[in-house]
């Protein structure tokens, strides 16, 4: 159906210096600008067939969104992620699923309402959010969740 991850792309406009970059769904490491080197936002779909690949095995913590078309409260959540997204670049990877078409992934976390929003690194789930939150609302519980993972980046001088 969709080419693996690791061949499927997007592009994203660097926020720092406005040049145009590709982005894999999946990769080693984390995306970086090609021209100012800066951390991207990196932010992709997933699907029952490539979730491991793109959030299990990936070395960033992962906010997955869990959503659904018809969802209204999913399309209003979904800016917002995608602006902490790009606020937390290089240290977070927001991965989008549709549940209607990943039921497994879906079936995996018990989702039992969309939006459900999920902090997970290496798999494990560090942080769930059931429900729809406005952004500083978003934000403060995302920066809690990072806080209880290990930073794992070495200080850039
Ligand atoms: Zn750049």
């Known amino acids: 159906m969709s080419a693996p991850a690791e061949q499927r792309a997007s592009t994203v406009r660097c926020p720092h210096c406005g040049k145009t970059n590709r982005v894999p769904a999946a990769a080693e490491g ?17 699907g029952d067939d490539d979730f491991t690949a793109v959030a299990d ?14 969802c209204g409260p999913c399309r209003m959540v979904s800016p917002a992620l995608e602006q902490l997204a790009g606020e937390l670049a290089g240290r977070i990877k927001l ?13 995996r976390f018990a989702v039992q309402a969309v939006p459900t929003l999920i902090v997970q690194r290496d798999g494990e789930v560090l942080a769930r959010q059931p429900g729809a939150m406005p952004l500083p609302a978003l934000r403060d519980w995302l920066h809690r969740a990072l806080e209880a993972v290990p930073d794992q980046r070495e200080e850039q001088t």
Do not use: N
């Open 57 to 70: 095995h990936t070395s960033l913590p992962v906010l997955v969104d869990l959503w659904a078309p018809w």
């Open 95 to 107: 991965v989008k699923v549709d549940v209607d078409r990943s039921p497994t992934v879906a079936q």
């Open 30 to 46: 984390s995306p970086s600008c090609g021209h100012c080197h800066r951390p991207l936002p990196w932010i992709t779909d997933a």
